[in-house]
């Protein structure tokens, strides 16, 4: 090995170091800004926040100016506006897409928070605050990484930023602009942190998310609400029909019993199985934040396997009760989580088959579909996986496992199906976080730990 790769390898780590320094010395204003965006109630899924994201929005554009990067535009969207940036002064490096959401998850009911959910609160090492966790913790630590690197000559690779605020709504707007192949959504790589490590010392390297299709179905009888007295046991009640119709989505042992839902799903590889055996967590581990005492679900596979790398139909909301009063109208929610080989279209057709089969002439039944993504898989052997694992090692002392992810991002799984290009999924949140619950909260460690491994990221992708 000649000298010059050497010294060549000798400035570049005294880079990375210089941007390490700087962002250690910066954590007290990393988390100010944190504290900042979680105090914007920036609820995607209602109209009645649009504003709170519009702020938002404007905030993080101010944010990325001020830190150095060009081009900053606050594109308007469907429910929120997409923040994107970039700073391509690397002639001849990969072009890395750095992407994040800053939309939450609603925070009712509110009397289940032991304070605000919008007033980020600091206590034995976490901040609690609805969005701590998923995303704005762990984009925070990106944006102050990007800070850090701008601020001691820049990172080794060309960067594009894209900030969502609509993720938590299927990204709408992003996945309608991909198809136009706009030059802010072009990259060799992209990474995003919006997962889970293994635990608070063990990071994870995402392998592979779950699809996801969002629907809901509606089943209307009489004309208005009736008089349960006046009309009980004369007319449909659509309320009754919705329950057997969600009932008979599982069979009594925990199948999806669907026509058809199964057939487009690949064989577990045997050698993969025995790997997440090892490395995964086991049932009452997985299922200890959710209080759970005993899983369900379909026999022959873990809990893990079954949260992670098989398909579940899962009810997460109902509606449609009067009390007194027989509901014209009835509806439930579900959230599909689709693996490899599955088609949204597919499985909905599916879906409306057998709910057309089992809905009984006396009322209607529909089944509307809100939104939709095709699953991710990442390329173990591909782009940037080397300088992952490289920078792990340098802030946990160990290189990352690599496991999948039950949740979905559809953005990630849009880029890959429209552009093929390949995702990062470098996450910090912990599995105790209560992402999408009461509570919600992100260790500052994490924080810290998240920042530094953004730092040598950036500086590892140079080498590579």
């Known amino acids: 090995m000649s000298a010059q790769p050497r010294a060549v390898r000798s400035r570049s780590r005294a880079r990375t170091e210089a941007a390490l320094r700087l962002a250690r010395t910066r954590r007290p204003a990393t988390l100010a800004l944190l504290c900042a965006l979680l105090r914007y109630p920036t609820v995607s899924a209602a109209a009645g926040h649009r504003a709170d994201?519009?702020?938002?929005?404007?905030?993080?554009?101010?944010?990325?100016?001020?830190?150095?990067?060009?081009?900053?535009?606050?594109?308007?969207g469907r429910a929120a506006p997409v923040v994107t940036a970039d700073w391509l002064h690397r002639p001849g490096a990969p072009v890395l897409l750095v992407y994040g959401h800053y939309d939450?998850?609603?925070?009712?009911?509110?009397?289940?928070?032991?304070?605000?959910?919008?007033?980020?609160?600091?206590?034995?090492?976490?901040?609690h605050a609805r969005g701590a966790s998923d995303d704005k913790g762990q984009l925070t630590a990106h944006l102050?990484?990007?800070?850090?690197?701008?601020?001691?000559?820049?990172?080794?690779?060309?960067?594009?930023?894209?900030?969502?605020?609509?993720?938590?709504?299927?990204?709408?707007?992003?996945?309608?602009?991909?198809?136009?192949?706009?030059?802010?959504?072009?990259?060799?790589?992209?990474?995003?942190?919006?997962?889970?490590?293994?635990?608070?010392?063990?990071?994870?390297?995402?392998?592979?998310?779950?699809?996801s299709l969002a629907a809901?179905?509606?089943?209307?009888?009489?004309?208005t609400a009736l008089h349960a007295g006046a009309f009980g046991g004369a007319v449909a009640e659509p309320a009754r029909t919705l329950c057997a119709l969600v009932a008979g989505l599982h069979t009594p042992g925990g199948r999806i019993a669907v026509r058809g839902f199964y057939d487009d799903v690949r064989p577990l590889d045997p050698v993969r199985r025995a790997r997440l055996a090892r490395d995964g967590p086991r049932a009452a581990e997985l299922l200890a934040p959710a209080g759970a005492g005993t899983g369900a679900g379909e026999p022959g596979y873990s809990a893990f396997e079954r949260t992670t790398v098989r398909p579940a139909v899962v009810v997460t909301g109902l509606s449609g009760t009067a009390r007194g009063a027989i509901p014209a109208r009835a509806s439930a929610h579900l959230s599909v989580r689709l693996v490899p080989g599955q088609r949204p279209a597919a499985v909905a057709r599916a879906l409306r088959t057998h709910l057309a089969d089992r809905t009984p002439r006396t009322v209607h039944s529909r089944l509307r579909v809100l939104a939709a993504c095709p699953p991710y898989t990442l390329d173990p052997e591909g782009p940037g996986v080397d300088a992952a694992t490289r920078a792990c090692v340098r802030v946990f002392g160990r290189g990352p496992l690599l496991l999948p992810s039950g949740g979905s991002i559809p953005f990630v799984a849009?880029?890959?199906?429209?552009?093929?290009?390949q995702t990062l999924l470098l996450g910090?949140?912990?599995?105790?976080?209560?992402?999408?619950?009461?509570?919600?909260?992100?260790?500052?460690?994490s924080l810290e730990r998240a920042t530094d491994t953004c730092v040598e990221l950036y500086g590892e992708l140079g080498e590579s």
């Not at 849009?414 to 290009?421: D, K, N, Q, S």
């Not at 209560?434 to 992100?442: G, S, V």
């Open 53 to 76: 994201l519009r702020r938002c929005a404007a905030r993080l554009a101010a944010h990325l100016r001020r830190i150095g990067l060009d081009t900053v535009t606050v594109r308007p």
């Open 104 to 127: 939450v998850q609603p925070a009712a009911p509110r009397s289940a928070w032991t304070t605000d959910p919008f007033r980020p609160r600091l206590d034995s090492g976490y901040v």
């Open 144 to 211: 102050a990484a990007i800070e850090a690197w701008l601020a001691t000559g820049g990172p080794p690779v060309n960067l594009r930023v894209v900030l969502d605020g609509e993720e938590e709504i299927g990204s709408p707007t992003l996945s309608h602009a991909l198809r136009r192949g706009p030059a802010y959504l072009r990259a060799d790589l992209a990474v995003v942190s919006d997962t889970r490590m293994r635990d608070a010392h063990t990071p994870v390297l995402v392998d592979g998310l779950r699809g």
């Open 216 to 223: 809901r179905i509606e089943v209307t009888g009489p004309a």
């Open 414 to 421: 849009e880029l890959a199906a429209v552009t093929g290009t």
């Open 428 to 445: 910090f949140g912990l599995p105790d976080d209560r992402i999408h619950a009461p509570d919600e909260r992100f260790p500052l460690l």
